[in-house]
């Protein structure tokens, strides 16, 4: 590619300079040529002219007169009484006018005109036959006078026919040559204005040429005033140097940064004075091989961040600007060097600013975990004895009591499990269980769950499958539920005797689900509103429909989340519709086969720390005719699991001393019975139960508290994948492509050398520091790399700089790590240059 775009270049470069070239002797060619053809018009003009003046003095008609007279002369001799001296005078004195005559037709070119030449050739032959009698004796000439007489007609008619046709001709071939010299002459004044045009356009060109001269070297005299002012007062410094290094010139900005004097500076090595002597070989080697892979025409001027030395031992960060040039046969490298010290000081500042945000964001992340667990436990002993209350025989009263509190606890569920979600939601939006469902069955589980509430203020709640039955999905019908749940719980606070509808149809590649209620509806203004966070708008029904305003705001975040979105349509007094738009995903075979069969006796060991919760899940398992051994911490558990096999262990997360992790964990490893018995998680912690941790620990499944006797029993009875841990990648491809949608691949890959460039440099650095560097010296250095290592996601190069950064902190060794960073870096770069010629992500946006 960038051959081809070098190739283009010269070509639209070549173009113009070719035709400088050429345009000089067009124009001389052009002149030539003019004057060439106007030369030849004079001299054919002239020829005529001559031709003209010839007929214009009647030479032929002369010529023949003369002959006429000696033939008329020589007939009266003949016919008279002649001497025979007198009749050889008169025919001696015939023979010059007949040759003259010749020659005039010849110049006047009649001659050559059909019947001149015959004529021509009886008279000359009449004129050779009498020369002949000249030198004869007088007896001969006396005998040959009457033939001499009697041929004298034939030769005057011969004679008057040549005047006649010449005449004739003559006058015809004038006319011509005046037609011709007409026109010759028209051409030749023509092109004697034609090269006058020419040669003046070319005098003014010329001087279009000069004047312009004249003014690129005011502008060029100007430009170099203008150069020499920025040059003298950039506050960057600028050096010129050649292609070995030496220094040719620079600004005092230059003198000023690095403390040199010019006549020091001037003619030394600037990698030698300028860069501190350990660092000189590999920067000396980054700038010549940057120079001689780029293109400035192309590329623009490269830009490398590099250390550098004062005069007084201090050494501080220079960014720099190269670029080579040829000025005048010379080639140049021309850099601009700027310290960057305080913008290095202003980047770990925002560093440190986004790390002390970020363990704030975990602080609270933390204590969202810790809340969960706290408010969580208490509230599955209070749901889970209620159910088993509702379970004993009761008096109506009791009843009353037992639905109160059943109501009064879900209320308060739902208000945790509200405020928990969006914490998870912003905490790991990425997590997704699909699995196959049944569509149509989990809707209307959700009306059947919502119809009891919509009938106590009044409304009847429908279901209609547009399309007709969905059938199984695969997908996320936890998610799926919540948001359906959601839409019908705010259709039904805010609609009072009247009808919701849920509607099902399949468009294409698309599932909607729609919510349309007849109740209170929502002002244009408010539409949006109502999907933030904490947002109540109800003014009516004397505030009746309570809530914390996080229901909506909840549901549009999982539809997100499950690649859909969720829109309202609404005007006041006429109802509102929501509408779940999500990609149809259909199942991907027939539900598997659920674990241990429908009715098989399972062997469990329940690991819980609390005693409520532990005699409520005892109560639900064995009420399904399960086999339970409990255990009141993890360490009990641990023994009772390496004592025999069970099918099941079910164990909480957070407890003392061994948690949840820890036993799952040491029960995988110790190789017990129990090694490969399933073990599912059970935890209030809605933030701590992350995958990785769950696969690394071996752990199969995960339940959130508080447990439901069904949802417990789902558990035991679905059939899960391993866990296996991810492969260890060295970059998150994910968060490239979410950066190359966000900024564009072009400045990804910017961002991306940038990055290639600042880790080269950082490890050179760390690299001169020694094996056992000053823990000031190298925590800065590390902690530079580590923040810019995190914009491509965390991996293993991250994780070993977090470590030896925790090294460098509490004084540990730290030569394993700083032994580990090349190998891994290398890994790094070679993903990052691999990422570079990515083709960019195709765009993916939400359904609307």
Not at 337 to 366: F, K, V
Not at 542 to 571: F, H, K, N, Y
Request: proline fraction near 5%; hydrophobic fraction near 45%; aromatic fraction near 2%.
């Amino acid at each position: 590619m960038a051959a081809r775009r070098e190739t283009d270049v010269r070509r639209a470069e070549s173009g113009p300079r070719l035709w400088q070239k050429l345009r000089l002797p067009a124009a001389v060619f052009v002149v030539l040529a003019g004057a060439s053809v106007i030369l030849a018009l004079a001299l054919d003009a002239r020829r005529r002219f001559e031709q003209l003046d010839l007929m214009a003095s009647g030479g032929v008609q002369a010529e023949i007169a003369v002959v006429d007279a000696g033939l008329k002369r020589l007939a009266g001799l003949l016919e008279g009484d002649a001497s025979p001296g007198d009749t050889r005078a008169a025919i001696e004195a015939l023979q010059a006018p007949i040759q003259q005559l010749g020659a005039a037709l010849a110049q006047s070119a009649l001659l050559w005109e059909p019947g001149y030449a015959a004529d021509m050739a009886r008279l000359e032959s009449f004129a050779d036959e009498a020369a002949a009698l000249i030198p004869a004796p007088d007896a001969t000439l006396a005998q040959r006078r009457a033939d001499l007489a009697r041929t004298l007609p034939q030769q005057q008619e011969v004679l008057d026919r040549l005047a006649s046709s010449a005449s004739q001709d003559q006058a015809v071939r004038a006319a011509e040559d005046r037609e011709i010299i007409a026109n010759s002459l028209m051409r030749l004044v023509a092109l004697t204005i034609a090269l006058v045009l020419v040669l003046s356009a070319g005098a003014l060109q010329l001087l279009r040429l000069y004047l312009r001269s004249r003014e690129q070297a005011d502008a060029a005299r100007r430009a170099s005033a203008r150069l020499e002012a920025i040059f003298r007062i950039s506050a960057d410094a600028i050096l010129v140097t050649d292609w070995s290094g030496r220094v040719i010139d620079c600004n005092r900005a230059t003198l000023a940064i690095f403390g040199h004097q010019r006549e020091r500076l001037c003619g030394a090595d600037a990698m030698e004075l300028l860069f501190p002597a350990e660092l000189q070989g590999r920067q000396r080697t980054r700038v010549v091989e940057a120079l001689r892979t780029s293109d400035p025409r192309l590329d623009g001027p490269l830009r490398l961040e590099l250390e550098a030395v004062h005069a007084d031992g201090l050494r501080f960060p220079v960014e720099v600007s190269l670029a080579a040039a040829r000025v005048e046969g010379e080639d140049i490298i021309v850099a601009l060097m700027r310290d960057i010290s305080a913008r290095r000081r202003a980047e770990r500042e925002l560093t440190e600013a986004r790390d002390q945000a970020l363990a704030g964001e975990q602080a609270r992340a933390d204590f969202l975990a810790v809340m969960s667990h706290e408010m969580r436990t208490p509230l599955n002993g209070l749901a889970g004895s209620v159910e088993l209350l509702d379970q004993t025989p009761l008096d109506m009263r009791q009843r009353e009591l037992v639905s109160v509190l059943r109501a009064s606890a879900q209320i308060l569920l739902d208000h945790v499990n509200s405020v928990l979600d969006i914490a998870r939601s912003e905490a790991r939006p990425s997590e997704a269980e699909m699995v196959d469902y049944d569509l149509d069955r989990l809707v209307a589980e959700c009306i059947a769950n919502q119809s009891g509430f919509a009938a106590v203020v009044g409304n009847r709640i429908d279901l209609r499958a547009i399309t007709g039955p969905v059938g199984l999905l695969n997908g996320e019908p936890a998610r799926l539920r919540q948001v359906i749940l959601n839409l019908l719980n705010n259709a039904v606070k805010f609609t009072r005797n009247g009808r919701i509808i849920v509607e099902t149809e399949v468009m294409g590649g698309t599932l909607e689900i729609r919510v349309l209620d007849t109740g209170i509806g929502i002002a244009p203004e408010n539409q949006e509103k109502i999907f933030d966070d904490f947002v109540t708008l109800d003014a009516s029904y004397e505030r009746r429909s309570g809530g914390t305003g996080l229901g909506l705001g909840i549901a549009r975040r999982l539809a997100r989340i499950m690649g859909g979105d969720l829109t309202v349509e609404s005007a006041p007094g006429n109802g509102s519709r929501f509408t779940l738009r999500l990609p149809l995903q259909r199942a991907r075979g027939e539900a598997a086969a659920r674990a241990g069969g429908g009715g098989e006796t399972l062997s469990v060991l329940l690991i819980e720390d609390n005693d409520i919760n532990r005699f409520i899940a005892q109560n639900f398992l064995e009420s399904a005719g399960h086999q339970v051994l409990t255990a009141r911490s993890g360490l009990e558990g641990l023994t009772a699991a390496q004592a025999r096999h069970f099918d099941v262990i079910l164990t909480d997360i957070s407890m003392p001393g061994l948690d949840g992790l820890q036993v799952a964990r040491r029960i995988r490893d110790g190789g017990g019975p129990s090694a490969g018995s399933r073990i599912l998680a059970v935890t209030a912690h809605s933030l701590a139960a992350a995958p990785e941790a769950l696969r690394r620990a071996g752990i199969d499944g995960c339940l959130e508290k508080p447990v439901g006797r069904e949802s417990l029993l789902r558990l035991l009875r679905q059939p899960l994948e391993p866990l296996l841990p991810p492969p260890e990648e060295a970059l998150d491809i994910q968060r490239l492509d979410e950066l190359a949608r966000q900024i564009g691949q072009g400045a990804l890959s910017a961002l991306i050398r940038q990055m290639i460039l600042d880790g080269e440099a950082i490890l050179d650095r760390l690299g001169a520091l020694g094996p056992e560097p000053a823990p000031e010296d190298a925590r800065r250095l590390v902690h530079q790399m580590a923040g810019a290592v995190s914009t491509f996601g965390t991996g293993p190069l991250h994780r070993c700089l977090r470590q030896l950064q925790e090294a460098l902190r509490t004084g540990a060794p730290v030569t394993a790590h700083l032994e580990a960073l090349p190998p891994l870096w290398q890994r790094m770069r070679a993903a990052l240059e691999e990422a570079e010629i990515r083709p960019p992500p195709e765009r993916t946006d939400a359904l609307t």
